[in-house]
């Protein structure tokens, strides 16, 4: 059977082919896009898409499980990563490894991901020496919208600036095998990405960073509840959904669906005076 990528693999990328990454949060989804992408990520960003939360902050470790399970089963090629929600890492590194520990024992990932820098680094190396790997997340860190303030881009400040790469740097010492960074200026995420030794995989970052990474719903014009600057959209699938759909409830309320074709003991149409 055919192995997955794994994150020294990934890690491994730093420097030569980008790295391609999308959300998965189900299996019909992580079966289409598993032949395409290096990193399938089980994002909690599934609170907002699948949920319809206002933010990630309610999204459960059971929830994370539940789907990258799912995920996990239906791919065979990709990394599975599974992002640790809010409120079940933060509070210690043994905190973190218990979390972490269910998701690689109940879902069969590859590794977590998890928000924060400096303040992260003593988890990330506590996991790493313990057998999970891990992937960072800084700049924009969704889980910390109450302190944030809101989804903004930073590093506009020069302070802001030097502490997210300060961040990055931490993670990558700590032994991330990659580093997620989220809607920061462009120089900044370039500079980033040309100082530290781990793969940085960019949302809102540069073209320079070592992979890119989109919620696919949002490139697929699937979720339309808000479309930040970073999102290209590659398809229109919510229009595709809307005029299928108003098909079908046409179809329905003039008998024209089922057809012959769809019922049982029903003789197929001749073709004979066609
Ligand atoms: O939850 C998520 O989808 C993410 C990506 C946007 C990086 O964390
Ligand atoms: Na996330």
Do not use: W
């Amino acid at each position: 059977s055919i192995t997955r990528l794994s994150t020294p693999d990934l890690r491994a990328r730093k420097g030569a082919e980008p790295i391609v990454c999308l959300t998965a949060y189900t299996a019909p989804m992580a079966r289409l896009l598993d032949q395409h992408v290096d990193l399938l990520l089980v994002g909690d960003s599934l609170g907002m898409v699948v949920y319809g939360l206002d933010s990630t902050l309610p999204v459960s470790l059971d929830m994370m499980i539940a789907h990258g399970a799912a995920v996990v089963r239906a791919s065979e090629q990709a990394c599975v990563v599974v992002d640790l929600p809010f409120g079940c890492y933060q509070e210690s590194p043994q905190a973190a490894f218990r979390a972490s520990a269910r998701v690689m024992q109940e879902t069969g990932a590859q590794a977590v991901k998890l928000e924060g820098g400096l303040e992260m680094a003593e988890t990330v190396a506590f996991l790493t020496a313990r057998g999970i790997p891990v992937m960072g997340h800084v700049g924009l860190t969704p889980q910390s919208v109450n302190t944030l303030g809101g989804y903004k881009a930073l590093g506009r400040d020069p302070a802001v600036a030097e502490r997210i790469v300060a961040d990055a740097r931490a993670i990558a010492q700590a032994g991330a095998f990659s580093v997620v960074l989220e809607a920061v200026m462009e120089p900044l995420a370039r500079r980033i990405t040309e100082e530290i030794a781990i793969p940085t995989i960019g949302i809102g970052g540069s073209p320079a960073c070592d992979g890119q990474v989109l919620v696919t719903d949002d490139m697929l014009g699937l979720f339309g509840q808000f479309q930040p600057k970073f999102v290209k959209r590659y398809a229109e699938m919510a229009d595709t959904v809307t005029q299928a759909v108003a098909s079908y409830a046409a179809e329905v309320r003039t008998r024209r669906f089922p057809g012959p074709e769809h019922c049982f003991g029903i003789k197929k149409p001749t073709t004979t005076d066609a």
